[in-house]
């Protein structure tokens, strides 16, 4: 009798600590250690969205008022993969399924600094519809004072940040 009180408190000791264990913060994101290639795609992005799901634009926008390192690489994440990633003035077209999505953005640099930055949103997506969202930098003269934003955008901004820059293509390097 003895054995099986503490076989059934031991597990609820275990589900309790399973269940007040928030998730890790990065969930939306992909793996921390894989990064991107990224070159200028000369395709069309799709004029729909395919029957039965949602079009989601990230565009890249980049703003400095000091030095810098050049153009950043933003790595672009859902439902914690990566979908892809944005380099300069650039954005990334991609499909989801209707329903609530968790996405993230991440700088991605060799620079610890840079490489902490991280920002989140989340979508909810409608078949049928197109969604617009600008990953965004900001810097003054140092590091620490740079921030991240990933956030909806109205669908004209977006239109024409999609149509004042370029679509990047990137594959993950190995």
Same mark, same amino acid.
């Given at each position: 009798m003895k054995t099986l009180v503490a076989? #059934?408190?031991?597990?609820?000791?275990?589900l309790a600590q399973q269940s007040s264990t928030p998730p890790p913060f990065?969930?939306?994101?992909?793996?921390l250690q894989v990064n991107f290639e990224t070159n200028t795609s000369n395709s069309r992005p799709p004029a729909q969205p395919e029957p039965g799901k949602a079009l989601v634009y990230v565009a890249e926008d980049f703003q400095?008022?000091? $030095?810098?390192?050049?153009?950043?690489?933003?790595?672009v994440g859902l439902d914690g993969?990566?979908?892809?990633?944005?380099?300069?003035?650039?954005?990334?077209?991609?499909?989801?399924?209707?329903?609530?999505?968790? #996405?993230?953005?991440?700088w991605q640099s060799h620079l610890d600094w840079y490489s902490r930055l991280v920002s989140f949103a989340r979508l909810r997506a409608e078949p049928g519809k197109t969604?617009?969202?600008?990953?965004?930098?900001?810097?003054?003269?140092?590091?620490?004072?740079?921030?991240?934003?990933?956030?909806?955008?109205?669908?004209?901004?977006?239109?024409?940040?999609? $149509?004042?820059?370029?679509?990047?293509?990137?594959?993950?390097?190995?």
């Open positions: 076989v #059934m408190l031991f597990a609820v000791y275990g990065h969930e939306a994101c992909g793996p400095t008022a000091g $030095a810098t390192v050049g153009a950043p690489t933003f790595k993969a990566w979908v892809g990633a944005t380099h300069g003035s650039s954005y990334l077209v991609f499909s989801v399924d209707p329903g609530e999505h968790h #996405m993230c953005v991440r969604y617009y969202f600008r990953a965004r930098a900001m810097s003054s003269s140092s590091p620490a004072t740079m921030y991240l934003d990933l956030d909806p955008i109205d669908p004209d901004e977006g239109q024409y940040m999609v $149509a004042s820059s370029h679509l990047m293509s990137a594959q993950a390097k190995k």
